[in-house]
């Protein structure tokens, strides 16, 4: 089966993760990143919380600075995105692992709460990955998938990323663009990702919602709870 680019960031090497984290550092995402931690701190107040594919760790800088009691963890199949998070949050208490969320080494029912923004359509086996997220989650608590869609409005999305890359370096104005509609083209749609989460123990108790981040609207915000017993 031909991979969907997970492997890809395996041997990331260290130039391109400090490229990636230059090159997303806009108003735009920022924004989007706070807008997310927002979210999701208003549905914990203390626990564990793990970010899947973290990258640089911004989502887990802004979830700190808003409840510095959460206990944080991330996770990404990169080393050298491992090391770039591991210095962007130098000085906050985090546990960072390289590593695939097709497997890993935490306890059952460990994580009050599990994230992950915009690499979910990366994943190279979804129904195994979103098993483990099963697992590793408390009974009674949620994911939170936070997902580009490719049935996105093409004019709605091109306007909105227009407005905003104003004032940004021409740099960004120019590459941020094709990075964003490959992205979109290579992310599922939402039945698509309907279908995915219908095989798997999430099937009775999903709820997704599309809302606008960081002034982009194209994105799908996925709830996927552990029922007690299921």
């Known amino acids: 089966m031909k991979g969907r680019g997970q492997e890809s960031f395996v041997s990331l090497p260290s130039f391109a993760a400090r490229l990636y984290n230059n090159l997303t550092q806009t108003g735009a995402i920022e924004r989007q ?6 979210d999701l701190v208003s549905r914990i107040e203390r626990g564990r919380m793990l970010d899947i594919g973290t990258g640089p760790g911004k989502l887990l800088f802004e979830v700190h600075r808003l409840n510095p009691g959460i206990e944080l963890f991330g996770l990404d199949i990169s080393e050298a995105m491992v ?3 591991s210095e962007n949050l130098e000085g906050i208490n985090v546990n960072i692992q390289c590593g695939d969320v097709r497997h890993t080494n935490y306890e059952d029912d460990f994580f009050d709460i599990v994230t992950c923004t915009g690499s979910f359509y990366l994943w190279d086996h979804p129904e195994e990955c979103l098993e ?14 936070y997902e580009t869609v490719r049935d996105f409005n093409e004019s709605q999305v091109r306007e909105a990323l227009k407005a905003n890359l104003e004032g940004e ?4 104005r120019l590459i941020a663009p094709a990075f964003l509609m490959r992205q979109l083209r290579m992310a599922y749609r939402t039945g698509e990702i309907a279908d995915i ?9 999903c709820t997704m919602d599309h809302v606008s981040l960081g002034g982009l609207p194209a994105w799908l915000r996925i709830q996927l709870t552990k029922r007690a017993g299921a």
């Open 132 to 145: 483990e997220v099963f697992r590793i989650t408390r009974e009674g608590r949620s994911a939170y998938l």
């Open 83 to 85: 090391q770039l998070a």
């Open 197 to 205: 989460i219908r095989r798997t123990h999430f099937a009775e108790s």
């Open 169 to 172: 370096s021409l740099l960004r």
């Open 33 to 38: 990143h706070q807008e997310i931690a927002r």
